[in-house]
């Protein structure tokens, strides 16, 4: 009975899940009837939940996470304050004159804003907003402009400062900064081979991605030059503080989220866009998802404490070490997992039940861990795109026109998770793509 009590938790646990039950008190009360069953079986005994409260102020003081509210924060402003709107619309003008280049331009702004929010919803949302229904007023085909929304939106998992890589890192005990260095790399990389694509496209089918009408681009220079140093310099001026401030060391993640936090204030008052009802919108959805960081957080550690008590970290050691093929039969079983679960559990689900588990295998394997959160961050990413259940998938479906059915949606990000695949391949064949910056 002791050997499948660990096991059977797990089990217990995505049954509440899948049930509907919110995670993370499908989390703590399957800990709370595990430790229960332990106890009376004589496992352990109650002395071992004295070491929750240490362990819930332990996760509270967790400077690292500090970040993920501060960068919440900052996408979230500049969102509510429509900037996220101005830099589509000024781009859009700079690339729309040729073929193909309206796609483009949302891939570039999708890599903006992935850099400026971190968070895949707000940008495929606002994204999807602002860009689907331009794209296919100017004759667009459905598919291309869905699936470069839904691609591009998704890079916030990957592209630095990702609130994802926050997450991942604390949950591998590595540095948040170290983390966001090694997925510069591939973030980049992923957005430029979406670039590709969409000019390919272009040229291969010029029905399918038309330039716009001249009267859409055909500005005076010093108009263009004028947007440009207004809308476009401002948040890219912010990102590189934001970023090279960490990359630089002079400042922490939570420091440079705290930095970025006050820019995104500072540009939105600047454009005359700041007031209380942005204020408070940023606020409510930051309140939100911290709140729901943190709830996770209690019940993940509710169920790791109760997990090693019924010795649940021997078992999964043992098997994920035991496996065939060792390195290789590890990031396979891990990447599959991942994978499978990002159709149906949020990204902060996945790094605190799973992450913890796997990271001493990983490091009883030799696995370099900044490698592994950014392979793990870029599956994530392709779980989000993959039908049927892609969170990206819904994001975008709920802002689309009615002319976009949800097969489009589908058909839509078959080529970018390609794409994504060809991406996660390539890291794996050459680790100095995430590595070689870092060292």
């Not at 009360?29 to 939940?49: C, K, P, Q, R, T």
């Not at 001249?214 to 263009?224: F, K, Q, S, V, Y």
């Not at 991942?338 to 149906?344: Q, R, S, Y």
């Not at 259940?389 to 975008?396: K, V």
Request: charged share 10%.
């Amino acid at each position: 009975m002791e050997g499948i009590l660990a096991p059977l938790m797990f089990v217990v646990v995505f049954a509440i899940i899948f049930s509907g039950y919110p995670v993370a008190f499908a989390l703590g009360g399957a800990s709370l009837l595990f430790a229960f069953i332990g106890v009376e079986l004589g496992i352990f005994d109650w002395n071992l939940l004295y070491a929750m409260p240490e362990r819930i102020f332990g996760v509270m003081s967790n400077q690292v996470l500090l970040a993920v509210p501060f960068f919440i924060f900052m996408g979230l402003v500049l969102e509510k304050a429509k900037l996220a709107e101005d830099l589509l619309t000024t781009i859009g003008t700079l690339f729309g004159h040729m073929r193909g280049g309206l796609a483009l331009g949302v891939v570039v702004v999708g890599a903006m804003l992935a850099a400026a929010t971190g968070v895949v919803g707000a940008s495929v949302v606002a994204m999807g907003s602002i860009s689907l229904p331009v794209m296919l007023r100017y004759k667009y085909s459905a598919r291309l402009s869905s699936g470069v929304i839904l691609a591009s939106g998704t890079l916030g998992q990957i592209i630095p400062p990702s609130i994802v890589l926050v997450v991942l890192a604390d949950q591998l005990g590595i540095s948040v900064g170290d983390l966001f260095i090694g997925g510069l790399v591939p973030g980049l990389t992923l957005a430029t081979m979406y670039g590709i694509y969409v000019m390919g496209v272009a040229a291969v089918k010029p029905e399918a991605a038309p330039a716009l009408p001249p009267e859409m681009t055909d500005i005076p220079a010093r108009e263009l030059l004028r947007r440009v140093v207004v809308v476009l310099l401002p948040p890219l001026a912010l990102i590189l503080i934001v970023l090279g401030s960490i990359f630089a060391g002079v400042a922490t993640p939570t420091e440079a989220g705290a930095i970025g936090s006050v820019g995104a204030i500072g540009l939105a008052w600047a454009r005359g866009r700041m007031s209380w009802n942005v204020v408070r919108q940023a606020c409510v959805g930051t309140t939100k998802l911290t709140t729901m960081v943190m709830f996770l957080l209690i019940g993940s550690t509710a169920f790791a404490l109760v997990f090693r008590g019924l010795y649940g970290d021997i078992w999964i050691e043992e098997l994920l070490t035991g496996l065939p093929g060792g390195r290789i039969g590890l990031l396979l079983v891990a990447n599959l997992t991942i994978f499978i679960l990002g159709f149906f559990l949020d990204f902060f689900e996945i790094a605190f039940i799973i992450i913890p588990l796997l990271v001493p295998a990983a490091q009883v394997l030799g696995i370099d861990l900044v490698w592994f959160g950014v392979m793990i961050g870029m599956n994530l990413q392709t779980s989000f795109l993959t039908p049927p259940f892609g969170f990206a998938l819904f994001y975008l479906r709920g802002v689309a026109p009615p002319e976009v059915k949800t097969t489009d949606l589908y058909r839509a990000v078959i080529p970018f998770i390609v794409i994504q695949l060809i991406g996660l391949l390539l890291i794996i064949q050459w680790p100095a793509l995430v590595t070689g910056l870092v060292r």
